[in-house]
């Protein structure tokens, strides 16, 4: 078999169909003011679901962000924040999206102009102050679902707190749509968000297979629907068919680089315009990145979840994910992955948009190395500012982190 | 078997000749703008001073930032592999070498068999380089081979507090305004460079014999500093600059 053609052999089919349904959704979302449905916009880790009860249209400014990046748009508008007065060391997301909001620019012209704002800070402190300059600069009201970090564990009172808010949420949603929230539907809604979840997991988990099937590059692209269209009945067709074609990958023996030698483990939000040059750099040192810490938020608390009470239990899910708990827990979970997966080291991206996401990086790569001994990398970038990225730097320390892992093996 | 190790650093150029184990030459040049020029150059030039000729040589490897550019050679490998295998050909009881190049500094942990264990490096920055100890050596009109000397005179040296180099630069702007002993300050320029270098080695966790190599281990200012943050002696070879060269060569012993 040529090149080309085996080339053409690892390309996904489901593809297509993903690119399919982000155009639809993004017409639909940009044609809300027309067909009179509300938009709102809501942070990544926020809770969707009683959006999707209230057939409000849920758009998320960082999966934007994401595309901002990947089209290389990131630099220019993260500058104009800059002029505007934002500090060159905030998110990267929120300076895009703060200019792109002002500009009208950037990727399909722009986000559809929200009717509401949904700010849950289980991910980071930096959405409130985003969330807030964006209610003032749009003049919509602005719903803000406060979740306490959980060093350890997971409190009665904090777990009282939580709860308390969702009828909160929901009263607000009932006030800004003028319209009773349907509890009989939230079930259904609540049944496939958790559905989406399994499946998304599953997808995830068929990287186990050695050769892996798909590589932390794909997930990232894949990623997009269970972040976006958690609840819907979509979410849960794609991922059972892209699952299927996981499944056939394997049966036939199709990796997702050419020639699988090594495994490794991806940690923090990709660098969204680097993508292609860096699964091509991993490729070349035949090294697959199985698995990311990032694309399994989106399914990492599904053991918080009871499928009979989604509601109440929601809480405490939207509460105990990955970027709101502890350095320890995360540790955990990063060791977990690290035997499921079977990786042989480890890349940290460390993100300077993100500082929740990057701070205890140093403490789980001791971690890592004391419990594994397993080599790990790190990466510093922003994930959407290009200015940040330097690329024989990068190019070096992979190289060299490539001949530790391989000595090693 | 006669091997050759060519390493391309941002600020020179250096080439090491080894036969069958044994180094029968080494040598420094200015790399220059163009890279494969500077690789063929200081390899030519070795060759002669060592009345070699180039078919002689049965295997280069090219390390360094520019080590993809070394046409000649028959594999790049990374510095970090390179001073690692060059360190344990010094010396093999060390078991951490620290880096110090023109643009970059790094950590290694390097093991009985000469394999490196873990590695660090700066972050995109040019703290704790050489290229910092140069922008500062300039402010202080300062020529930069005594640079490091003229550190070991300081009665308390002066705080620099900023990493930026830029920002640094103005600190050390204003301490010379102010009538700072000139040794002060400079001791305190060492001091910044070398705690930010010890930061960084201990996030490995180094662990003695610890030896410096790169182009900054010739200033013997920094080495104090850094064997003051580390509380113990830092081996320097006389070979230091040539490190990496020389690892390189060793392995290309070994393709
Ligand atoms: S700081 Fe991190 S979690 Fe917060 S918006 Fe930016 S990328 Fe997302």
């Given amino acids: 078999m040529s090149t080309q053609e085996q080339k053409n052999k690892r390309k996904f089919r489901s593809a297509g169909r993903m690119r399919e349904i982000m155009t639809e959704y993004y017409i639909e979302a940009k044609s809300a003011s027309q067909t009179g449905k509300p938009v709102a916009w809501i942070t990544s880790g926020g809770p969707v679901e009683p959006l999707i009860v209230m057939d409000v249209i849920p758009v998320y400014p960082e999966n934007y962000g994401a595309m901002i990046g990947a089209s290389h748009m990131g ?9 505007m007065g934002y500090s060159m060391d905030l998110c990267s997301y929120a300076r895009a999206d703060i200019a792109c909001a002002l500009e009208n620019g950037g990727p399909i012209g722009g986000l559809p102009k929200p009717d509401m704002l949904v700010c849950c800070n289980n991910i980071c402190g930096t959405v409130l102050k985003w969330y807030e300059i964006q209610a003032r600069y749009f003049n919509v009201p602005l719903f803000i679902f406060d979740t ?30 003028r319209k009773k929230f349907d509890l009989d539907k939230s079930i259904e809604v609540g049944h496939r968000s958790i559905q989406g979840q399994r499946l998304w997991q599953k997808v995830l988990d068929t990287a186990t297979h050695k050769p892996s099937p798909m590589t932390a590059f794909d997930a990232f692209f894949f990623l997009a629907l269970i972040v976006t269209l958690r609840g819907t009945q979509t979410v849960v067709d794609y991922y ?16 997702a680089i050419e020639n699988e030698r090594y495994r490794i483990l991806w940690d923090n939000l990709p660098i969204w315009y680097r993508l292609k040059w860096l699964s091509e ?52 979970s990063v060791l977990g992955m690290i035997d499921k997966y079977e990786v042989d080291g480890v890349v940290m991206h460390s993100n300077r948009s993100c500082k929740p ?15 594994k001994g397993l080599p790990c990398m790190m990466i510093e970038s922003h994930m959407v500012d290009e200015r940040s990225f330097s690329e024989s730097q990068v190019d070096a320390r992979i190289d060299a982190f490539m001949e530790i892992v391989s000595q090693r093996k | 078997m006669r091997t050759a190790g060519i390493d391309i650093g941002s600020i020179t150029a250096k080439a090491a000749i080894l036969d069958t184990g044994k180094i029968l030459g080494t040598r420094v040049s200015f790399t220059g703008y163009n890279v494969e020029i500077a690789a063929k ?6 060759l002669e001073e060592l009345g070699l000729k180039a078919q002689s040589i049965e295997r280069i490897v090219s390390t360094g930032y520019g080590r993809n550019g070394v046409a000649f050679a028959h594999k790049a490998m990374t510095e970090i592999i390179c001073h690692g295998t060059g360190a344990h050909y010094l010396n093999p009881r060390v078991r951490t070498v620290i880096d110090v190049g023109g643009q970059d500094s790094k950590a290694l942990l390097v093991d009985e068999n000469g394999a490196v264990k873990d590695f660090v490096m700066n972050d995109k920055c040019a703290a704790g380089t050489g290229r910092f100890l140069e922008v500062m050596a300039r402010a202080m009109e300062v020529n930069l081979d005594d640079f490091g000397a003229l550190s070991l005179n ?34 305190g320029i060492h001091d910044s460079a070398a705690s930010r270098v010890y930061a960084m080695a201990q996030r490995i966790g180094a662990t003695p014999p610890i030896m410096m190599t790169g182009g900054v281990a010739k200033n ?30 060793v392995l290309a012993g070994r393709l």
């Fill in chain 2, 41 to 46: 150059k200081v390899f030519e030039d070795l």
């Fill in chain 1, 240 to 255: 059972t068919e892209l699952l299927d074609e996981m499944n056939e990958r394997i049966e036939q023996g199709i990796g």
């Fill in chain 1, 281 to 332: 750099k991993f490729a070349s040192h035949d090294a697959c990145l199985v698995a990311d810490t990032y694309t399994t938020a989106w399914c990492g608390t599904m053991k918080y979840i009871d499928e009979n009470n989604f509601i109440d239990s929601m809480a405490e899910a939207y509460t105990r994910i990955y970027l709101n708990i502890g350095v320890d827990e995360m540790a955990e």
């Fill in chain 2, 220 to 249: 013997i200012g920094m080495v104090r500093a850094l064997e003051k943050k580390f509380n113990q002696t830092i081996e320097v070879s006389d070979l230091a600059q040539v490190n990496g060269a020389i690892g390189a060569a």
């Fill in chain 1, 148 to 177: 306490p970090f959980c060093h350890t564990g997971f409190s009665d009172a904090a777990r009282t707190y939580v709860r308390k808010q969702i009828d909160e949420y929901i009263d607000f949603l009932e006030t800004v749509c």
């Fill in chain 1, 75 to 83: 630099s220019d508008l993260c500058a104009k924040a800059e002029a």
């Fill in chain 1, 357 to 371: 996401y990057s701070f205890g990086q140093y403490d789980i790569q001791q971690i890592i190395q004391k419990e």
């Fill in chain 2, 154 to 187: 300081a009665g308390s040296p002066s705080k620099i507090s900023s990493i930026c180099t830029v920002f640094a630069e103005s600190e050390v702007i204003s301490l010379i305004s102010k009538g700072e002993v000139r040794e002060n300050i400079i001791a």
